[in-house]
């Protein structure tokens, strides 16, 4: 698998993984906003075909810049690709690619449906679940080292 790292735009195939994964088969209405042009996105491409194959981005708020993190949202990988470990590899490269731009931890708000796979990969509970677009979520922050 290979990556491409696009700062301050949304890339179409990016922009089709998010259709069809958060509107398509979540039934999410407000997946697109202004952050998508002030972000990091980070997209798997496969090596055979360069088909998109999934999608992340990472984003500083002002207050995240003051405590060393970045949050990370819209995670989504294309139906046909999961259950192949392809999301350990999204998430390690998001830190990568965070902690290159000097964050100390990440943070997320997950479905609550995903949690088990953020908690394997390190990441911790924090707060109390909230809905997102009637979604079941809970906020999670790793810390890098």
């Known amino acids: 698998m290979e990556f491409e790292?696009?700062?301050?735009?949304?890339?179409?195939?990016?922009?089709?993984?998010?259709e069809e994964v958060f509107v398509k088969e979540q039934g999410f209405k407000e997946e697109?906003?202004?952050?998508d042009n002030n972000c990091i996105q980070i997209l798997m491409l496969d090596d055979v075909n360069n088909n998109p194959v999934g999608i992340c981005?990472?984003?500083q708020t002002e207050e995240n810049v003051k405590n060393e993190e970045?949050?990370?949202?819209?995670f989504a990988i294309r139906k046909e690709y999961r259950e192949k470990h392809l999301g350990k590899l999204i998430l390690k490269k998001a830190e990568e690619?965070?902690?290159?731009?000097?964050?100390?931890?990440?943070?997320?708000?997950?479905?609550v449906r995903?949690?088990?796979?953020?908690k394997k990969c390190g990441?911790?509970?924090?707060g109390e679940t909230f809905l997102d677009e009637g979604c079941p979520h809970i906020h999670m922050?790793?810390?890098?080292?």
């Open 141 to 145: 922050i790793k810390e890098l080292s």
């Open 57 to 59: 981005r990472l984003f």
């Open 32 to 35: 697109f906003d202004t952050i």
């Open 5 to 18: 790292v696009i700062r301050n735009k949304l890339p179409l195939k990016a922009k089709l993984i998010r």
């Open 123 to 126: 990441y911790k509970e924090v």
């Open 70 to 74: 970045f949050t990370l949202g819209r």
């Open 114 to 118: 995903a949690k088990g796979f953020y």
């Open 97 to 111: 690619v965070a902690k290159e731009n000097g964050a100390k931890r990440i943070i997320l708000g997950a479905q």
